[in-house]
């Protein structure tokens, strides 16, 4: 009787702890989100300690990952190598890619199409969501940037969107609904 009190107790704080540390997750993406709106950078400390806390929640194995079952160690680091690596292949490709859908070059700026901390914040939203969840975030991140970039396109003084508040949205959204994301995908 004594063992199962103090199993049951083990397991309730193991999930206080997870949903206090998700928690802070959440809090860091919010004002990695509100940096990043109004100075457009994104803070290495805050996207690091990002990373740092994910890998530290994968390494406890009790968090949820799309797809089932517990993100481990490899699921992390292979969630910000696909989500650094990838945002910034598409950052590179952005300028190839702008006259097939009609810009020029000009219009584009001399700056980068993506910049590298939007590719950092998604490698560590990786961190969090192993790379099967990484899909789930761009779909909602960019679906939230494309509907308010095309209410500022009205607006013709402002002509750059932020991405990263939009890659934490989503990244809050997968962080807490990811797998009854992929359980509506499997229907």
Known sequence: MNDFFWMHLSSVSAGVGVHVVMALGAAILGLLAVVDFWTF??????????AALGCCMALSGLL???GGGGL??????EGAAAGGLGLVMV??????????AGLSLEELGDG??????DAKLLGAIG???G???LPFVLVIGCSLALLVAGVCRLDPARTVVAFGPYLCAGGVAVIYEGPWMANLCQL
Do not use: S
């Open 72 to 77: 481990d160690l490899l699921d992390a680091v």
């Open 131 to 133: 790379p099967f969840g």
């Open 64 to 66: 949820p990952v799309v």
């Open 41 to 50: 950078r994104l803070p290495d400390v805050l996207v690091a300690g990002l």
């Open 91 to 100: 950052g590179r490709a952005g300028r190839w890619l702008a006259p097939v």
């Open 127 to 129: 961190c969090w969501v």
């Open 112 to 117: 980068p199409v993506i910049g590298l901390g």
